[in-house]
Every structure is written in structure tokens, then in C-alpha cells.
């Protein structure tokens, strides 16, 4: 069973939290729908500057909620492997939980880190 077949049988989506661009209101400016794909993507930086937009209100509502998990996501250390689920094919064959590269490994934001600490979040 190929990769693209997995994806296909057991949901696995292109990163993390690919519900974020969906939480930006539709008349909210291009630059923030932007920046919420490139956080969709699993670009650190853009999950900072939207954690900050939403802890501030720049462009959103304030919603230290969302500012909190994306802080956690931007901050979050990632090794570049996601672990996938690959469902049983059928005849007899085991499902299996297969390593697969998304990358080189990335470390968290260090600011991302200090904003949740002043948030009272210890991750």
C-alpha cells in the first residue's frame, strides 16, 4: 500500500492543524488569510504572528484561547517524522504505524515559548 493510499484510507492530512485558515472570517484582510494558510502549513513563524494577532486583536477578535494553541504549536519542537496510521489492506495483512519524513527537524520559537510563560502556560 502506497503513502498516497494511507492518506486516502485513514484521513492523514498535510500538517498538524489544517483548521486554522477556516477560523479567519472571510472579509478579515488577505494578509491575514495568508498568513493563516502559511500557519496551516506548519510554518512556526506564521503561527507566532497569528497567535499574537489573536492575543492582541490585530485584525481579529481578541482570543487568548487560539493565541494559547498557537503559541504551543509555533513552540512545539518538530523532529520531522510524523507517525501514520496505515489501516490493514485486508487479507490478514496488520494494520501498521510507519514513520514517514516531513522535513528536517525544526526547533520551536523561543518567543512563542516566553509568551506562554507570560500567559501563565507552562506547555
Do not use: F, N
Not at 504572528?49 to 485584525?59: D, N, Q, S, T, V
Amino acid at each position: 500500500m502506497t503513502l498516497l493510499s494511507c492518506a486516502a484510507l485513514s484521513g492523514c492530512t498535510a500538517g498538524p492543524h489544517p483548521a486554522i485558515a477556516a477560523l479567519i472570517k472571510p472579509d478579515a484582510p488577505a494578509d491575514l488569510h495568508a498568513l493563516a494558510l502559511r500557519a496551516d502549513a506548519g510554518d512556526k513563524q506564521a503561527q507566532l504572528e497569528l497567535g499574537i494577532a489573536y492575543e492582541e486583536g490585530r485584525g481579529v477578535a481578541v482570543d487568548l484561547k487560539r493565541a494559547r494553541k498557537l503559541y504551543r504549536m509555533a513552540a512545539k519542537d518538530d523532529p520531522g517524522t510524523q507517525w501514520v496510521y496505515m489501516p490493514s489492506p485486508g487479507g490478514g495483512a496488520p494494520a501498521m504505524v510507519m514513520p514517514v519524513k516531513t522535513g528536517a527537524p525544526r526547533a520551536g520559537l523561543d518567543e512563542a515559548r516566553r509568551r506562554l510563560m507570560a500567559m501563565g502556560d507552562r506547555q
